[in-house]
């Protein structure tokens, strides 16, 4: 799949499950504590419910996600039952559909990991995070060095083949030498997709206090570049491929889901606080987790609000979440989805990008040089209204 | 009303001894306003002065009272509190016969206590010391009394007050009518009367606010103004009480005011004589002198659309605001925009606050700059109000700046301090004198442009905030001085030059090269930044270029959140000024004033 691009009517679903067992110190999603297996059971159903009312794209389903939070907290069992709810609606739902579900290394065994791969789930990402067990304890993950091992381990044995692994860079004084310890480990458990984040700072967080505070320090920006630039140059003498801004994977296992984004194809959001998107609208759901479920209880409408994008507005968003490909934006693809020509819309903006030296024309394509990629938001910018 | 039964008074103190407390108690208790009317300070009426604890615009109120058993003719008349606007405070004062100095308790006599007692003693007024806020725990009035004795008042006469809790308010107005004389004036002379304030009102047109000398004047007269020549017919006259309340006339020694459909506070100097334009008197009042802008910055909208509503705000503000000037001006960096002057520092950053506040206009102020008196070699003199426009050294035969001398009052542990801080600032040394054992007061004469960096910041901090401050103006003088220039990326930038003493020209551009390093943000490319006198480069800094400006985290298919924080930041960028390819943001123009002196 990674040399062809979509087709412009294959779509995907992302399912939010919204428990964690602690919160993590960084962490502003939408996520809950302290939730017990029958709130589970009822939101699970609740995805169902929402599920069976939703109307479908008429494309393609390929690929189902299932976010969080921790959806590795949720009996497996439960899981399937979705799956098996998604079978039934979709008829041409085959072992090609790649149907991804995050875990924990903390909140998952053998047993879970064959379980889930009996259900359907083909595609693992674990969330590594630190391999050193001073990052884990500060960041409030729920996990250790050993379980990271042991959950990669366990993922083979259960037969998972494409199994990804997520690692935060730029934490609270970490060192570079413990970044570059981290890679070396995450590459010795042979990942097939490796996803690695910059920590964000998000207000409201424990985090956030933190470094408001001074007890925590972040990294400054030239440390916080160093480890990026050595992340990248290491993966690739590894030989993964780095297909978009934050992901690199083998050939041939770079994730369907993420890319559905960025190519602004139709993905169908279920859950709390759940986006969706098709044809130029934008609708999510109530994030409170209460509300979401007893409103598909009681038959009604989980949606909060909506947007509606103008064909303008929809250029735009296709060419700044586009160009976080390698592979850049196409411009025939671009003629067919819109019926527009992109150098005509964007030949400005093109032009002074190009001048700059932070995006080149290549092959019918428009991609970020290397420069571009590291000034990436310099270039989105100059795509907004 | 008789001469005899008028008493028109000020209050003068140092910032926050309680003179708008102590208004406010006076005026309550003559019952000119019942409690329930009272909002605190009712003197201070623009959100601005309640805010700030200060007073900007002078302001007169009457009071009734009865002295046994007749009924007095009080007027009160509010001064502003502040350096900045020493000439109102003098013109105020000059329409009085007396003044309560209030000094508190606690903090004892501090350096405006001093300049306004020396302001008030030059127009012969009556003093009536007043030591306030004897509730405070640490208050201790006697050792206060020592102090008014040292400065050349007679302790005895001191009243003890706490105006906060209403204590010797009753002894206050009394020491009032028995201690300030009554107004003497020729009541069949022919009309001169004192103008000390004006503000515009937009139905009446401006409010004059005069103290009648001689002669009386009524609804229906002709006058003139003897400075600016322009004539008038009274349209309405009245006092405060301190609402508006409408009489027909105003009579020797009484305090008021008029309208006479003027469109602008221009035509109405403060200081100046208003006559009968019928039979004018001889001669004006003594004293007059136009108000004169001290201190200059450019004043530029963010948003060049702004530029019409800039005028429009600055236009409606000098409507009330004599001393407010501006003439249009060009930056190179920065557009199109205004060089203003003002009357100091404070009525700079009032004005400012207001055209954000009221007018809703996002502005870059350029860092606040003093008038230059520049000789050129072809013998022509002229000021220069902008340190762009300051002519090459091979134009100038001397450059002349403003002083002033400042006092400087401290505990005696600091007096090291502040006399090293006013060696740094160029100052020269004048007298030191002690007040008692333990508190020193220092004289300095002290470039105008040298306080006008975070002094008073720096004289807080150093005598950890027991120092007091104060200046009067002090002429011209010859200085070695250079216009420094800022370069970025090889590229003047007009509005961040800057007229500095040679001998500290290489310390304030390291300093203010190093300040703008830190406030530009890195860049595409790597920004030079360069101070530079002529085409010698005396210090340079780089803001390096930016290695990584990456988004990566991907909110579970929610575009929005990421779409947001994009258009914000591009908002931001909207926000910078550009000059060449470098974007600037709005702080960085202020940077000179956040340059932290070397010691």
Known sequence: MTGDDFLLTDWGLYVHIPFCQARCTYCDFNTVTHMGVEDHQRYMDALILEWERATLPTGRLISVFFGGGTPSLVDPILIGQFIAAVRARVTDFDARVEVTLEANPGTVTRETFRTLRRV?????????????????????????????????????????????????????????????????ELLDLNPDHLSLYRLQVEEGTPLADGVRRGTLVMPDDDRMADMADFAAVTLEASGLEHYEIANWARKGFASQHNQLYWTLNSYLG????????????????????????????????????????????????????????????????????????????????????????????????????SRGSDLANTVFRQFMA | MEPERIRNFSIIAHIDHGKSTLADRLIESTGALTHREM??????????????????????????????????????????????????????????????????????????????????????????????????????????????????????????????????????????????????????APLRALI????????????????????EVKVGDAVRFMATQKEFVV?????????????????????????????????????????????????????????????FSGLYPVDSQDYGRLREALEKLQLNDASLTFEPETSVALGFGFRAGF?????????????????????????????????????????????????????????????????????????????????????????LSYMDPKRAMIQYRLPLGEIMYDFFDQLKSRTRGYASFDYQLAGLEAADLVRMDILLNGQIVDALSVIVHRDRAYYRGKALAEKLRE???????????????????????????????????????????????????????????????????????????RVDDPS
Request: with cysteine; glycine share 8%.
């Open chain 2, 196 to 215: 000390f304030d004006s503000r515009f009102d937009s139905y009446k047109g401006v409010l004059v606010y005069i103290r009648v000398i001689d002669g």
């Open chain 2, 519 to 593: 406030l530009i943000p890195r860049q595409m490319f790597e920004v030079p930044i360069q101070a530079a006198i002529g085409s010698r480069v005396v210090a340079r800094e780089t803001v390096r270029a930016m290695r990584k400006d990456v988004l990566s985290k991907c909110y579970g298919g929610d575009i929005t959140r990421k779409r947001k924080l994009l258009e914000k930041q591009k908002e931001g960028k909207k926000r910078m000024k550009s000059v060449g390819n470098v974007e600037i943001p709005q702080e960085a123009f202020m940077a000179i004033l």
């Open chain 1, 120 to 184: 359907g789930i083909n595609r693992l990402s674990i969330g590594a995070q630190a391999m050193q067990e001073s990052h884990l304890k500060a960041l409030n993950r729920i996990h250790g060095v050993p379980d990271i091992h042991r959950a990669v381990t366990d993922a083979r044995a259960a037969g998972f083949e494409n199994v990804s692994l997520d690692a935060i860079y730029g934490l609270p004084s970490q060192s570079f030498a413990e970044w570059q310890e981290t890679l070396t």
């Open chain 2, 235 to 295: 349209t309405e006259m009245g006092v405060f009480r301190p609402h508006l309340t409408a009489i027909d006339h105003l009579s020797s020694g009484e305090v008021g005011y008029f309208a006479a459909a003027i469109k602008t506070v221009q035509d109405t100097r403060v200081g100046d004589t208003v006559t009968s334009a019928q039979r004018p008197a001889p001669e004006a009042l003594p004293g007059y002198r136009r108000a004169q802008s001290m201190v």
């Open chain 2, 343 to 431: 009357l100091g520092l404070l009525h700079l950053e009032v004005i400012q606050e207001r055209l954000e506040r009221e007018y809703a206009l996002s502005l870059i102020t350029t860092a606040p700059n003093v008038v230059y008196q520049v000789t050129g070699v072809d013998g022509t003199i002229h000021r220069v109000d902008n340190p762009a426009l300051m002519p090459t050294p091979g134009e100038i035969v001397t450059i002349e700046e403003p002083m002033v001398d400042a006092s400087i009052i401290t505990p005696t542990d600091f007096i090291g301090a502040v006399m090293e801080l006013c060696q740094e600032r160029r100052g020269i040394f004048r007298d």
């Open chain 2, 39 to 188: 909002t605190e300070q009712v003197l201070d009426s623009m959100d601005l002065e309640r805010e700030r604890g200060i007073t900007i615009k002078a302001q007169a109120v009457r009071l009734d009272y009865e002295y046994d058993g007749q009924r007095m003719e009080m007027n009160l008349i509010d001064t502003p509190g502040h350096v900045d606007f020493t000439y109102e405070v003098s013109r105020a004062l000059q329409a009085c016969e007396g003044a309560l100095l209030v000094v508190d308790a606690a903090q004892g006599v501090q350096a405006q206590t001093l300049a306004n007692l020396y302001m008030a003693l030059e127009h012969d007024l009556a003093i009536i010391p007043v030591i306030n806020k004897i509730d405070l725990p640490n208050a201790d009035p006697d050792r206060v009394i020592e102090e008014l004795v040292e400065i050349g008042l007679d302790g005895t006469e001191a009243i003890l007050v706490s105006a906060k809790q209403g204590i010797g308010i009753e002894a206050v107005l009394r020491a009032v009518v028995q201690r300030v004389p009554s107004p003497k004036g020729d009541a069949k």
């Open chain 1, 270 to 369: 279920l859950g709390a606080g759940a986006h969706s998107y098709h044809e130029g609208r934008r609708w999510w759901n109530y994030r409170g987790v209460r509300r979401y479920v007893e409103s598909q209880h009681s038959g009604d409408s989980a949606r909060d609000d909506d947007e509606v994008l103008s064909p303008m507005e929809q250029m735009r968003e296709y060419m700044w979440l586009g160009l976080r490909r390698q592979r850049g934006v196409s411009r025939e693809r671009f003629q067919n989805k819109f019926e527009e020509n992109l150098d005509q819309i964007f030949a400005e903006t093109i032009g002074e990008l190009t001048q700059l030296g932070l995006v080149e024309s290549y092959d019918g394509i428009l991609r970020l040089t």
